[in-house]
DNA sequence: AAAACTACTTGAGTTAAGTCAAGTTTTTAA
DNA sequence: TTAAAAACTTGACTTAACTCAAGTAGTTTT
């Protein structure tokens, strides 16, 4: 239910009429720097509405040419890497509002794919487009980078996810940055559904499936979540963020340290 | 003693003389992207020679006022963040021509550490004024998203290494990635110094001490490697990029699909 | 040059998380 | 609506890497 509240929040414009970044709910998410009026109306014209994906559908993938970055406007994506031997490794989940492709910036090809994990629609930013813009809006420019320099640091924080925490805390961990990440957007941090499987859970976290099943069934029966298939509802937030080692100072990391 | 050439090379210009841009032999490689000579000029003229770090100093920490990014003209860098429990997590090592501090861009703060391996020598560039410099000049804007991008990939590759490598192939993959980097500053990809303790390689790598330890005798037991201390020779390269699951393609990530 | 410290190595025992297997639930397709 | 497939859970067992401990080598300091 929470997915269809996203999907009715963020198709609220339809590819013929309203389709504008001014009267969009998301914008004050995607480009939270505050362009002025006549600056977004530029940025409105360069950008694409496409079609949604269907779940399981690529809007790209790893080796296509990189043309565009995407901006979320409803459902959500996963990015993945693929290993030589085969296997996935899931590198980021991108929910409305948050931007894909950054890290095909000044490449010919996109250097991961990125595959819808239900019904998605995007906004397409033509990067050629977008680099001539921001040319002449400094303000855009400042807002690219920022987003950028936030995934760096959101990256050096899975690091250490990975590098030192235990499977309670990465799944803690986890749970808590998507409900913060819920929360901006307007939606209760307590209640929400997971858009991706277990097994994606465990890929991104570096756990296998069945250790990430008995987290879950481990943080049930302590009472600090209740889980009912994607459905996750926190009952008891301040003992989920000890458990993930993180205070409310980090859970804002992308923000925390941001000018302005 | 490839300690000592590093330390030659970047220091071939005093704090008097010579110190630019146009002159020094790292400039091909902290700005890959050809800028015209009176380009070179402007950059130049606002960036600040700094007097060598001592071993253990810091350039900033965790927490300073950003103000600049840095160049590495000599010696080396580390990069961590803390955790709430007090331990830390390397997030890069740097070596010469790299740029360090990118993921504060944007920031009040450095969201990272970074701390001197050995004596280092840096640039710093203060950001207010390549900001207002990038604003006239394109080329260098690109040169700054590209330096981020490729972070943001290397990065990925690093969410790889954690999730789903074995101890042996992280410290191969480590090994390799190292080589590469030597031999792009014209150094040679077979026998270098490594500037970091077995303990630094660990914690980066998300292992311990002891099993860092155990593969590099591992190594050096199938004639691969050749340690003596902190001087590594690479005796097998083939053999080094197969256990790494590596091929000569992913070696050069930063660079595969880089436009131009 | 010796002392004190830190870094590194090696062995022995432990453990958190992985693998394998089997059963259950949910989703998708016919 | 049912059948088939995929996703999820739980238990039993295994293992790669960790921890602890003790010794060696290398660096600083005095």
Chains 1, 2 share one sequence.
């Not at 994990?117 to 977008?130: A, F, H, N, Q």
């Not at 499977?167 to 990440?181: C, G, H, I, K, P």
């Amino acid at each position: 239910m929470i997915n269809s509240r996203l999907q009715k929040k963020g198709s609220c414009q339809n590819l013929n009429k309203e389709t504008r970044c001014m009267t969009c709910s998301l914008s004050s998410l995607c480009l939270p720097l505050s362009l002025n009026l006549e600056d977004i109306d530029q940025l409105d014209s360069i950008i694409k509405r496409r079609q949604p994906l269907k779940k399981g559908e690529h809007l790209f993938r790893q080796g296509n040419a990189f043309e565009s970055v995407y901006a979320v406007r409803s459902g959500s994506l996963k990015n993945y890497i693929m290993t030589n031997d085969g296997d996935e490794q899931i590198t980021n989940f991108h929910l409305p509002s948050e931007l894909v492709g950054l890290d095909g910036i000044d490449c010919i090809a996109y250097p991961v794919s990125a595959k819808a994990l239900e019904t998605t629609t995007v906004c397409e930013i033509p990067y050629s487009r977008l680099q001539a813009l921001s040319n002449q809006l400094p303000d855009l420019r400042r807002q690219i980078f920022s987003c950028m320099s936030k995934e760096l640091r959101e990256d050096k924080q899975m690091m250490l996810l990975l590098s030192k925490k235990n499977a309670e805390q990465r799944v803690a961990t986890f749970l808590a940055n998507l409900s913060a990440r819920f929360k901006r957007r307007g939606y209760s941090p307590y209640t929400f559904r997971l858009p991706m499987s277990r097994n994606e859970i465990g890929n991104y976290l570096g756990l296998a499936v069945e250790t990430v099943s008995r987290v879950f069934t481990r943080f049930q029966s302590t009472q600090m979540i209740a889980v009912n298939g994607k459905e996750v509802h926190i009952t008891d937030r301040q003992q989920l963020l000890e458990v993930a080692d993180l205070n409310d100072y980090d859970i804002e990391i992308g923000n925390k340290v941001l000018a302005q």
